[in-house]
């Protein structure tokens, strides 16, 4: 059973950093691409970032030049580097694997990010 499974949210203040993590187990070791969203308060569920192989990068405007995705082959882990967070990035930051067009989501992880 393939299970994915996020890592690495918490409560941090305005102006930090943190780095989700996006591993999988289940006999997946490729996948074609994996995106992380979030849903915020009240709010739909929203692209974040995309990345296709290791080097095809894709960011939401809200968070260009601050967030930075990255997938380690060798570790099977996707990440998600996040700096400068501000108030508005708090919510449940999901990971996404398509693997062989099938697609994966794992529980989420929480970021709260206080003013």
């Known amino acids: 059973q393939v299970q994915v499974l996020e890592s690495g949210g918490g409560l941090v203040q305005a102006g930090g950093s943190l780095t989700l993590s996006c591993t999988v187990s289940g006999g997946i070791s490729r996948y074609n691409s994996a995106d992380w969203y979030r849903q915020g308060p009240g709010k739909q569920r929203e692209s974040v970032a995309n990345i296709i192989g290791v080097s095809t990068k894709n960011y939401a405007d809200s968070v260009k030049g601050r967030f930075t995705i990255t997938r380690d082959i060798a570790k099977n882990t996707v990440y998600l580097q996040m700096n400068d967070l501000k108030p508005e990035d708090t919510g449940a930051y999901y990971c996404?694997?398509?693997?062989?067009?099938?697609?994966?989501w794992g529980q989420g992880t929480q970021v709260t990010v206080s003013s």
């Open positions: 996404r694997l398509n693997v062989r067009g099938n697609f994966y």
